[in-house]
């Protein structure tokens, strides 16, 4: 049986979110410990460069790719700075999981935001890291 279907917010709000989909997505390894980053993250919103730090073995190429996977998935969602508000150097395109996603995890003792924040935490980070972590996400 297949767990239930649910709407997803978000860009393509007529979509119906497939939690089936997403805990397929979210099982593969690689997939699983960047959902845990991006939950971990102290702003719940990570860029690529913050992923590329927590995990050295991957590109950063990669670490695109497996968004996309995600992303197509309803698992995380892409938040973008507008143009306009770009600081030219910084990211602009930042990662969080969905509303529909944390519902899931939430009813599946799945990725508990509490833990991952510590273990998140625990990590030494750069200064520029650091400045990344204290960027303003946008809202979308």
């Given at each position: ?27 593969d ?15 719940g ?85 650091r ?10």
């Amino acid at each position: 049986m297949r767990p239930e279907t649910a709407e997803s917010g978000g860009e393509g709000a007529t979509d119906r979110f497939d939690a089936w989909l997403a805990l397929q997505r979210v099982t593969d390894s690689t997939r699983a410990n960047i959902v845990a980053d991006v939950v971990g993250h102290p702003e719940g919103a990570p860029s690529v460069d913050e992923l590329d730090y927590m995990n050295p073995s991957l590109e950063a190429d990669t670490i695109r790719n497996h968004l996309k996977v995600l992303r197509e998935a309803g698992v995380v969602e892409e938040l973008t700075v507008p143009a306009g508000e770009r600081t030219r150097g910084y990211p602009y395109k930042f990662y969080r999981v969905t509303d529909a996603a944390r519902d899931l995890f939430d009813r599946n003792g799945l990725f508990p935001e509490e833990a991952w924040r510590r273990q998140y935490e625990r990590v030494e980070k750069t200064a520029e890291i650091r400045e990344l972590e204290a960027m303003p996400r946008p809202e979308e």
